[in-house]
Structure formats: structure tokens, C-alpha cells
């Protein structure tokens, strides 16, 4: 198996992880009593899982640019450069979205949303060593 291949195969069980969570909050919203909790963890999750896209395109990028493979245009590096800012201008819409609109998006689980890739992310990892070995 080379290198793409694993690449191919954790990306893929990443993304599993991540659809079976979006598909369970969706689920949780509407079956159980407390909608605002699911839908707050929904879009946190949905806004961390753009972070997480845009620090995977900006590594990408810069490991392109580093390695030749890719000449640079202006544009791209100008998205490297404000991919930050785009993060954090994200976390800021998902938090005063939960703050206009406290009876409908909770926002404490908006924030446990966002750190929710973290927890998906983690556990990827201890599944990945384990087949390992």
C-alpha cells in the first residue's frame, strides 16, 4: 500500500466519523425535547468542520508552493495568508448567531460544537493505531 492509499483511507474514516456525527445531531434535533441543543451543536460542528477545511487547504497550498509543484498566483496566497482570519470570522458568525437567536440555537453547544472535530479527530487516531498494530 503506498503512502496515497493510507492517505485515501484515513480521509475516508474521517469522514465517516464526521457524517455519522452530523447525521446523529440531526437525528437528536428532531426526536429529541431539546431542538436548540442539537441545532447549536450542529452549526458549531458545521463551522468547525470549515475550519478544519480551510487549515487542510492552506497546508496543502503552502506544501505545493514549497515543493515547486505549484507556481504560486497572488490569490492563493493571499487566501494562505487570510485563511485565519476567515477561522476566526467564522467562529464569530456561529457565536453571534447563537446570541441573536438564544430560543432557537443554544450557546453552549455551539461551542461544544466547534470543539467537536477535536474529539472526532482524536478518536480517528486511537481507531487508526489500533489497526496498526
Not at 13 to 34: A, E, H, M, R
Not at 60 to 78: D, E, F, P, T
Request: with cysteine.
Amino acid at each position: 500500500m503506498n503512502n496515497y492509499d493510507f492517505h485515501w483511507q484515513q480521509n475516508e474514516t474521517i469522514y465517516d466519523y464526521f457524517s455519522y456525527c452530523l447525521g446523529g445531531n440531526d437525528y437528536l434535533f428532531f426526536v429529541t425535547p431539546y431542538p436548540d441543543v442539537f441545532l447549536g451543536l450542529t452549526i458549531g460542528f458545521l463551522v468547525s468542520y470549515l475550519n478544519l477545511l480551510t487549515i487542510y487547504q492552506k497546508t496543502s497550498l503552502i506544501g505545493r508552493i514549497a515543493s515547486n509543484l505549484q507556481k504560486h498566483s497572488m490569490i492563493s496566497v493571499l487566501f494562505a495568508g487570510f485563511s485565519y482570519a476567515i477561522r476566526i470570522s467564522l467562529v464569530i458568525l456561529a457565536l453571534f448567531v447563537a446570541m441573536q437567536f438564544p430560543d432557537e440555537v443554544n450557546l453552549i453547544s455551539v461551542i461544544a460544537g466547534i470543539s467537536l472535530v477535536y474529539v472526532i479527530i482524536f478518536v480517528d487516531t486511537i481507531t487508526q493505531s489500533g489497526r496498526k498494530r
